[in-house]
């Protein structure tokens, strides 16, 4: 059998994946124009559609045939588009909304980190920093607008999973739980309604915490929950339950020993430390593994952290203080697991 046709699949493939920025670039400017939620209900002409976005129509229809071919949308007459379950998420009310996710890795800012991805990977600098001269972090709070945009595609990310955590851990003897870099709550969240008499501390910068108070008055958590700001390397709230959820993989060993020092300061000496993270696992053929990975690159671009496999991480723990116990199965069809530690 000849082996042009396998090649030629391969050139295919290939071609896509070297396209993906442009997959990409389409539904940014589809997130951006608000064509989700616009075609969330029924099908509507593209001469509407240019009115209600102030776009060109003549753009704006192969913009809509681009979202057809990725599957995000569908023509039922001719030039009237409507949007297809696939493309569902990408609306703000979706209960697993992805808006705010596509707003943030289309946003000019990350772009251009991207672009330094060849930069990082010859010097091992991260790759924001070169591109915009200042650390992520340090950017977001130069840049108001983008922090908000982070800071909700950062809760998209948080909703996915957070579910699951009272499912696959036991909080039942806790009395104080303390979220540790949990943003706007919508972890703690979770746990507080799941479990009921269980008390909680959000702690994060102020930036971090912005809406906090909306998510707990709207779970009815507000008289369950503390907000707190500050630096968690320097000390963090005491507790007997803390959790570390994609906290560590943005920074190096040095800073995340740091951090989990400041939690071993805190913690309670029966305590549990309850670290969620992706574990790099040591094969690579599964989708947890291609998960981690990309996740990995997505740190040597933002952060200059990076995914750990058990090992890592048990060296971590001991470093400040913990003894690792536990590593639970990925939580909710994702690639996080909780690494469950305990002072040694």
């Known amino acids: 059998m000849s082996d ?14 070297a396209f993906g920025y442009a997959t990409s670039q389409i539904l940014y400017a589809a997130v951006r124009l608000g064509l989700p939620d616009l075609l969330a209900e029924e099908a509507v002409p593209v001469a509407r559609l240019a009115e209600r976005t102030g776009s060109d129509p003549g753009a704006l229809h192969r913009l809509l045939r681009a979202l057809v071919v990725l599957g995000v949308a569908e023509e039922g007459e001719p030039g009237s588009f409507t949007l297809t379950p696939q493309g569902r998420p990408l609306c703000a009310d979706h ?4 808006r705010s996710s596509l707003l943030l890795l289309g946003d000019p800012a ?5 672009g330094a991805l060849t930069h990082s990977v010859r010097t091992g600098e991260t790759a924001w920093d070169h591109a915009h001269g200042s650390p992520l972090f340090d950017h977001l709070a130069r840049h108001p607008d983008l922090s908000a945009v982070f800071n909700k595609a950062m809760r998209e990310g948080t909703e996915r999973i957070a579910p699951a955590l009272p499912k696959a851990y036991d909080f039942s003897g806790a009395q104080t739980v303390v979220d540790v870099g949990g943003g706007n709550g919508t972890l703690l969240a979770a746990v507080l309604t799941a479990v ?7 702690f994060d910068t102020a ?28 000390a963090v709230p005491g507790g007997d339950v803390m959790l570390v959820k994609g906290v560590l993989h943005d920074w190096d060993d040095r800073r995340c020993v740091a951090l989990l020092r400041s939690c071993r300061r805190s913690i309670a000496a029966d305590g549990r430390l309850l670290v969620l993270e992706p574990v790099m696992p040591s094969a690579l053929g599964t989708p947890e593994a291609a998960g981690a990975v990309m996740s990995d690159i997505a740190m040597l671009v933002y952060t200059g952290g990076r995914e750990r496999g058990r090992t890592e991480f048990r060296d ?4 400040a203080g913990f003894d690792l116990t536990e590593v639970t199965p990925p939580l909710g069809g994702s690639e996080i697991r909780i690494l469950v530690a305990r002072p040694a």
Do not use: H, Y
Request: proline share 5%; glycine share 12%; charged share 25%.
């Open 110 to 114: 990350t772009w251009q980190a991207w």
């Open 95 to 98: 209960p697993w909304s992805m």
């Open 4 to 17: 042009r046709p396998r090649g030629l699949a391969g050139q295919a493939n290939l071609s896509r994946m």
């Open 196 to 202: 009921p008499g269980l008390k909680g501390i959000l």
């Open 316 to 319: 971590l723990l001991a470093a």
């Open 207 to 234: 930036e971090g915490v912005a809406g906090a108070d909306e998510e707990f008055r709207r779970a009815g958590l507000s008289d369950r929950c503390v907000i707190e700001t500050g630096d968690f390397f320097e």
